[in-house]
């Protein structure tokens, strides 16, 4: 591949692929079309391209081959991003019960303005329980899978325990549904972030120079996924790094990971789409039964 393809895929693939599929579904929005199924179709024209482009040029050539993990996290895909456009849809119908009287969605805003408002809530609820989730126990058992994977690629965005999701988004849905915010702006900032996600976990060598700092980008989020957990609590942030900033919590480290430096210290977690749903459950079993034991209370 000649240097200047190589230049083009590393500055240009985030602004055009994402930039375009954002301003895509945003357009669909202004117009007021449905965004079912279109939403989510834009979203994986987004997802292919990034897959097609980590074949191109991968950040690490060794993680372009399969740890008996790619059906697995076809499937997290496809349930997570099934996930989404159903807890969209449900939005919906529960927003229909919020009275006029109470909602205090500034929908006479811009529309670019209140899709801001959505993707600030829905961040910071994401930081707040994706932080949470690396220091309280059963929260931790339901966000392992995530950091289970071996390599990072275009798929493990999506890898991740339904329950965990929920619970990642809940108090930022929340907020908005009392807020009786429209349910089509939650259901495109949810498709523009998925596509964020492909980037954010590729296999891709690409850059966005100084604004690394800002959006959480492949560059510093594989900090987050380093294998000592220790040195793994930092840039918690799904889109923006605002949060990380503020909290400090933001790295950001100028070195590459090497090929063994993702995962989780402990090599015993299942690879099997249902042993990963079951697993945190036994887990948490588990540690209930240790601190149960006599020797535990004694």
Not at 64 to 69: K, R, V, Y
Not at 115 to 134: K, T
Not at 288 to 293: K, L, M, V
């Given at each position: 591949m000649n240097n200047c393809l190589r230049f083009m895929i590393r500055w240009f693939s985030y602004p055009v692929i994402f930039g375009g599929t954002a301003g895509w579904m945003i357009w669909q929005l202004s117009e007021g079309l449905p965004y079912w199924p279109s939403t989510a179709l834009i979203a994986v024209v987004?997802?292919?391209?990034?897959?097609?482009?980590e074949r191109l040029q991968p950040f690490r050539q060794s993680?372009?081959?399969?740890?008996?993990?790619?059906l697995t996290d076809l499937l997290h895909l496809i349930v997570n991003l099934s996930v989404i456009q159903f807890t969209a849809a449900v939005l919906?119908?529960?927003?229909?019960?919020v009275p006029d009287a109470a909602r205090t969605f500034p929908t006479d805003l811009p529309l670019?303005?209140?899709?801001?408002?959505?993707?600030?809530?829905?961040?910071?609820?994401?930081?707040?329980?994706?932080?949470?989730?690396?220091y309280v126990p059963w929260l931790w058992h339901l966000h392992e899978p995530h950091h289970s994977a071996e390599r990072l690629y275009w798929m493990n965005g999506e890898r991740r325990h339904p329950l965990h999701a929920a619970i990642m988004a809940g108090p930022g849905l929340l907020v908005l549904f009392a807020m009786g915010t429209p349910s089509s702006l939650v259901a495109t900032w949810f498709g523009i972030l998925t596509v964020h996600l492909a980037f954010q976990h590729s296999n891709l060598d690409y850059s966005l120079g100084w604004m690394r700092n800002v959006i959480s980008v492949a560059e510093t989020h594989r900090w987050h996924h380093k294998r000592e957990f220790e040195d793994a609590q930092v840039n918690f942030g799904e889109f923006l790094l605002l949060w990380d900033h503020l909290f400090r919590t933001f790295y950001a480290g100028t070195d590459k990971l090497g090929d063994a430096q993702v995962g989780l210290q402990e090599r015993d977690s299942p690879t099997a789409y249902r042993a990963q749903l079951a697993a945190p459950f036994k887990r948490m079993s588990q540690a209930?039964?240790?601190?149960?034991?006599p020797s535990a209370r004694s």
């Open positions: 987004g997802i292919i391209l990034v897959a097609m482009l993680w372009l081959a399969d740890h008996h993990d790619t919906a119908r529960l927003g229909d019960w670019w303005c209140q899709l801001l408002i959505v993707a600030m809530v829905l961040d910071l609820s994401l930081y707040g329980m994706h932080r949470l989730s690396h209930r039964r240790t601190r149960n034991t």
